[in-house]
C-alpha cells in the first residue's frame, strides 16, 4: 500500500470533481485528463476524502458493503495506489 491505514489522504489540489448520475469523474486541470469511478469507487473516494484516516474509511466500508474485510483492504489500497500514481490523491502528512 503506498499510504498505511493511519494516513490522511486528500483531493490533489488541481482536481475538479464532478458528479455524473451515481458516479464521479475526477478532471486533472493540469494534465486535461480525467479518470471515471463507477458507483462503489465514487463512495469509496467520498470516505477516503472526508475521513480522519484510510482506516476509518475502510471500517466504514465494511459496515455498508457485504465483502471480506481482507477484499476491501485490497480494492482501497488499489484505489489509493492508482489515484497516487495519477496524481489525483495525495498522501496529507501533517
Not at 489540489?13 to 458516479?23: I, L, R
Request: with cysteine.
Amino acid at each position: 500500500m503506498p499510504a498505511s491505514l493511519d494516513d490522511r489522504v486528500i483531493a490533489a489540489p488541481n482536481v475538479v470533481c464532478k458528479d455524473v448520475g451515481n458516479e464521479v469523474v475526477l478532471l486533472d486541470l493540469d494534465t486535461e485528463s480525467y479518470f471515471g469511478l463507477d458507483a462503489v469507487g465514487t463512495r469509496f473516494w467520498a470516505l477516503l476524502t472526508t475521513s480522519e484516516r484510510i482506516g476509518d474509511a475502510v471500517a466504514r466500508l465494511q459496515q455498508e458493503f457485504d465483502a471480506p474485510a481482507d477484499q476491501i483492504v485490497r480494492d482501497v489500497d488499489d484505489l489509493v495506489g492508482e489515484l497516487i500514481s495519477r496524481g489525483l490523491l495525495r498522501i496529507r502528512r501533517d
